[in-house]
């Protein structure tokens, strides 16, 4: 594992401690981390997916919209946060491990460290019924 700022590092600590699902990526949209109650919804514990690079998740993490066409990744809000560097907000769809669709609210707040130094992106998610 890649030694990572600070901010990540805590970060990391803090989405441990929520009892929500967190996923966590590094500046240049890398998977870093994501939490217990995340893996409910991916279907993949952490320590058996591991940190990622960001061009294999979109094989790895299949997104549509509500209406079932593609997502592009532009329009994710990891990746607004990203790219604009403001939070962003969606509800949409992803695939599991196991193939299932689930449909999920997500917000994505970018992680800054010591003057304005772009660290990350914390991301959290819930799955809506229905």
Do not use: C
Request: proline share 6%; net charge negative.
């Amino acid at each position: 594992m890649a030694q990572h700022p600070i901010e990540l590092i805590l970060a990391r600590q803090l989405a441990e401690a929520l009892s929500h699902p967190v996923w966590i990526t590094d500046a240049e949209g890398n998977l870093v981390f994501y939490n217990d109650p995340a893996e409910g919804i991916l279907g993949v514990r952490f320590g058996e997916a591991g940190e990622m690079p960001a061009s294999a998740l979109a094989e790895r993490f299949v997104t549509e919209d509500l209406d079932g066409s593609e997502l592009k990744a532009k329009d994710l809000p990891v990746v607004v946060a990203l790219t604009d560097w403001v939070p962003a907000h969606r509800r949409m769809r992803i695939r599991s491990f196991d193939g299932s669709w689930r449909t999920i609210e997500v917000t994505a707040i970018p992680l800054v460290g010591p003057g304005e130094r772009r660290v990350g992106v914390m991301v959290t998610f819930w799955e809506i019924a229905g």
